[in-house]
């Protein structure tokens, strides 16, 4: 396990070849690594269900796409304000051995895809020397078809994963699609397309067709 700030910018700088991009990526997706390993010891890791693009980016083996957010749900628990910041407070404070330490600097209520409430938080890590800030999007109430599954989500620079609670494929899939209709070709972010296309092209991903039918259908009929 990475320890240091030195530690960590040896094993990027062997992946990023001197690219300052990929560079910025890598440890932004290590520290976001961080705070899923704490996710995953808390008593809220069936309750935290990661979808959006970095679960697509995990599913589809590229270390290196450009997001900066952690897109998530919240199952059976009520979100406000002071709740997310409550949650996410005691998960930052589970002991890991691994030098990072975390602290909320920003929560603010948003109301995520202009469709239903969530919570929006900026956090910023510490690994000695190095600090990295990465932001949460935190929402309630998403249909997931059939249910969430539990899914091993490999480390970049460890031989291990880390067991966390996400969308299924279909219903990442879906909600991309559901997200591109909605807001139109002048309005729908380059990367929701570029998802969908990693999704679907590279056959890396199992898709049950008629999962995807009623996912896509439970996810248009839940957002109108």
């Not at 460890?158 to 591109?180: F, V």
Request: net charge negative.
């Amino acid at each position: 396990m990475i320890h240091t700030s030195k530690q960590l910018k040896d094993k990027v700088r062997n992946v990023s070849h001197g690219d300052n991009q990929i560079t910025q990526m890598l440890i932004r997706n290590f520290i976001m690594e961080r705070f899923f390993e704490r996710v995953s010891l808390s008593r809220y890791r069936n309750n935290f269900i990661l979808k959006g693009g970095l679960l697509v980016a995990s599913l589809v083996g590229i270390d290196t796409r450009a997001t900066m957010d952690i897109d998530s749900t919240l199952k059976a628990l009520s979100l406000n304000e002071d709740d997310a910041v409550r949650i996410v407070n005691e998960i930052l404070c589970i002991h890991v051995e691994d030098g990072t330490s975390f602290e909320i600097v920003k929560a603010v209520e948003i109301m995520a895809d202009f469709e239903y409430p969530g919570v929006r938080m900026v956090l910023e890590a510490r690994l000695d020397r190095l600090k990295q800030r990465i932001k949460i999007d935190l929402s309630t109430d998403d249909v997931i078809t059939p249910s969430a599954i539990r899914y091993s989500y490999p480390l970049m620079f460890e031989d291990r994963s880390i067991e966390l609670m996400t969308y299924t494929p279909e219903t990442l899939l879906a909600e991309k699609i559901q997200t591109i209709l909605v807001r139109g070709i002048t309005t729908t972010r380059m990367r929701d397309y570029y998802d969908v296309y990693e999704i679907v092209a590279g056959n890396k991903v199992s898709i049950d067709k008629e999962i995807l039918a009623e996912a896509f259908t439970c996810m248009c009929s839940h957002k109108v």
